[in-house]
């Protein structure tokens, strides 16, 4: 019984100590050929900056669509185009700015 409970609960700490890129974006996209870091580097050629990113990206994840996807033609047919987000507000903006964080190159250039 008490390796049950243990196994709880480490297993549901580990769901809570997630933020919300990790809990809602990583596990649907980690079986796609193209990494989340390669999607941002479609995103940052598109959109060039930091805020043109950020909204493009809030707008495609709430509106998806072929029109406005940063993929390639190819990929989209191969894979589609993802589910409208159900992310609230709140949850998307941080996401989002965690995605951004993550893989900003701006920073890391010497």
């Not at 993929?71 to 992310?87: A, H, N, P, V």
Request: aromatic share 12%; proline share 2%; with cysteine.
């Amino acid at each position: 019984m008490v390796k049950k409970i243990v196994l709880f609960v480490v297993l549901t700490s580990g769901l809570f100590s997630q933020d919300a890129y990790e809990r809602n974006c990583v596990g649907c996209h980690k079986d796609l050929p193209t990494t989340l870091q390669q999607m941002f580097k479609e995103y940052l050629q598109t959109y060039s900056g930091e805020e043109n990113v950020k909204a493009g990206l809030k707008h495609y994840l709430r509106y998806p669509s072929k029109s406005i996807s940063v993929m390639s033609e190819l990929f989209i047919d191969s894979y589609g185009i993802k589910k409208k987000t159900t992310l609230n507000k709140k949850e998307l903006d941080e996401a989002i700015n965690i995605y951004w964080n993550k893989f900003k190159v701006f920073d890391k250039l010497k």
